[in-house]
């Protein structure tokens, strides 16, 4: 069964959390993807904060040959609260709490059951781990839906900078989850969706195949700079910042002809 619990935990990954944050704000709900993409932010910044505050070891920690390799792979950093489950708890529980629909509720209950009890099955989390992260996750996706994240005036660019010089500020050795979740966040409280998703399956598929291969395109590109460069706290934030920015506002840009501005 491992092979099916690692098939399942993959889908906690950042590339597919990026995967459907942007499709969901591109041909669902634009603002709400904003919204979302910054309560996603904060969940991932105060999963770092819990997992590296309270240190705790994974269940293989003792003995490390009691796992896998691929699944030690998947298992980085302390253990609580498991930032697998709290992601996808916050991503999926979110856009379900957005729609607001039975089938859209299913899916996200069943993805998020199953990624939760692949940590458990491939042994790389406790079981308390997985549910301290389903609480937190869920309470992430209810803000993603009644949080007000404001943008009036001057609040658009200076919460960005602010998060930002925080990144600069980064004590050399610290998590590179910090400077990622700072990046994530700034990127999502400036961007401003102000598109209108295509209502024909042609546009629809035309916005997802372009979109997220210019979107990957940067993604890739920017994790191919010097390892040693990368992970600064800033550039790493700016790296996760411009990656949101080129999703929400340079994507729709190039692809007015598909995605009418609102």
Known sequence: METFWLAVTNLGRDEVFIV?????????????????????????????ALKFGFNEPRPFTANPGQVSEA?????????????HTQMAATLWGGIAVQVGRTGMWVVA????????LSRVALGVHYPLDVLVGLLLGAAFAGLAASGRFPQAEALRWIIPVILLVLAA???TGT??????????????????????????????LIVALIGLVVVFAVYFGLSALPQAFKDIGLVRALRYA????VAVELVPLLLRRWLARG
């Open 20 to 48: 459907v944050l942007a499709l969901y704000t591109w041909l669902v709900n634009p603002r709400g993807g904003r919204n979302l993409g910054v309560a996603f932010a904060l969940s991932y910044l105060v999963n770092t």
């Open 71 to 83: 699944a030690r792979v998947t298992a980085l950093g302390p253990g609580l609260p498991s930032g």
């Open 109 to 116: 209950l069943v993805l998020i059951a199953l990624i939760g």
């Open 169 to 171: 500020f980064l004590p």
């Open 175 to 204: 998590p590179r989850e910090y400077g990622t979740s700072l990046g994530l966040l700034a990127g999502f409280w400036f961007v401003r969706p102000t598109f209108t998703p295509p209502r024909d399956w042609a546009g629809r």
């Open 242 to 245: 411009l990656l949101v920015v």
